[in-house]
């Protein structure tokens, strides 16, 4: 995987959006919870299964887990979740 920003870059991206372009943080975490889900259904349809776990920590990656098992809830694929 190529690194395409740096921690703080991301933050400062992130409060750019929030803060200048006024995208609420939650929507963020939509949006990132959305397309990891549809990387998911992908990776999904390659292995043949239609099983996913999902584990989130804390913060805002926890947040992007937790929109994530929403998003492939949504598209009918079974899942577990786990919070951490």
Same mark, same amino acid.
């Given at each position: 995987?190529?690194? $395409?920003?740096? $921690?703080?870059?991301?933050?400062?991206?992130?409060?750019?959006?929030?803060?200048?372009?006024? =995208?609420?943080?939650?929507?963020?975490?939509?949006?990132?919870?959305?397309?990891?889900?549809?990387?998911?259904?992908?990776?999904?349809?390659?292995?043949?299964?239609?099983?996913?776990?999902? $584990? /989130?920590? =804390?913060?805002?990656?926890?947040?992007?887990?937790? /929109?994530?098992?929403?998003?492939?809830?949504?598209?009918?694929?079974?899942?577990?979740?786990?919070?951490?």
């Amino acid at each position: 995987m190529d690194k $395409v920003l740096t $921690v703080s870059e991301m933050r400062e991206a992130d409060n750019y959006t929030i803060n200048v372009l006024n =995208v609420p943080s939650a929507e963020l975490m939509r949006r990132a919870g959305l397309s990891i889900a549809d990387e998911a259904e992908k990776a999904s349809k390659m292995l043949n299964t239609d099983e996913i776990t999902v $584990v /989130c920590g =804390v913060g805002n990656n926890g947040g992007d887990g937790n /929109c994530f098992g929403g998003g492939v809830g949504k598209k009918g694929e079974k899942r577990g979740g786990y919070g951490l």
